[in-house]
């Protein structure tokens, strides 16, 4: 038994193993093989590798990217084509699920390369294979599809605000994925989006306000309206992952309904004036304050 650890095992030798192994992994995930890895089974192929890599004549370098090419292959294969032709929820259900499979995929053969993150990745600087996963799925799956995937998520956060039934959690696994994706050397895919959904939702309020409620409305009638939509978003905004993302929202709506418009209130003040209850809810949402006793002051206002 000592003469055989102590015999030099050729990359060949060593590649027909990892990749009957690999074989088998892909049929288990796909559902065709029932029959997992023991904890012995895989200790084999760990074993097989780790001599590969710390043997005289060793082949990190091969293995290394044997782990790549595994991931890369698996996207094209099983990934991109249950994507390709899927617009709206339909896409952000196969979004999800194939990343979850992928995942699960990748994780399950790591399991065979791990001691490569151990030294020869960090001594060469290389990505970590632990972190190859959301790297590949990001530049491969998010960076070619990012625009159909943000532009369905966008339509379902338009479709709730407009009082449509949603799926919540859809929408919140979409934008954790985002996050999960981001990091070193990536895109950070939820920062994108996020900028996406402020201008949305800034062009929506905006719309909203000139078109429909200013020139309409009492201003008694508008500030009621105002109040109302902030209560609404910021219970919506709840689904967000990054807690930030919901100041941020809130600020570009009390900038659109309400600062931006704070010269008209005074013209519309100097006609009407000001009910005390109204006046409440500017401090309460812009920290404006319209001086009824004046001509025409709007405080703290600035028009961007």
Known sequence: MKSEMNTPLTLEEGLKKIEDAIARKRLISDAQCVTPFTTAENMLIYDCVYKLCTQKRNYAEHIYEKYVSCLEERIMEKVIPRLLGKHGVALLKEVTQSWSEFKAFADSIYKFFE????????????LLLADAPK???????????????QEA???????DREGKDIDQNLLKAVLCLFIGLGGKGTTNYYEKFEQIMLAETAAYYSEL???WWFWRDSLTSYLRKVDWCLVQEEARAEVYPCKTTKTKLLEVMK????ERNAKRWAQKQKANGVAAED?????????LSLDIGSSASVATATDH
């Not at 001691?115 to 290389?126: M, N, S, T």
């Not at 998520?153 to 479709?159: D, M, N, Q, V």
């Not at 900038?255 to 309400?258: A, G, T």
């Open 255 to 258: 900038y659109i309904l309400l």
């Open 153 to 159: 998520a966008i339509s379902l956060i338009i479709e």
């Open 115 to 126: 001691f490569l993150d151990r030294f020869y990745a960090p001594r060469k600087g290389l």
């Open 209 to 211: 306000s000139m078109e």
């Open 279 to 287: 006046q409440e809810l500017l401090s309460k949402y812009a920290s």
């Open 135 to 149: 790297h590949y799925y990001g530049n491969q799956v998010c960076e070619r599809l990012y625009g159909k995937i």
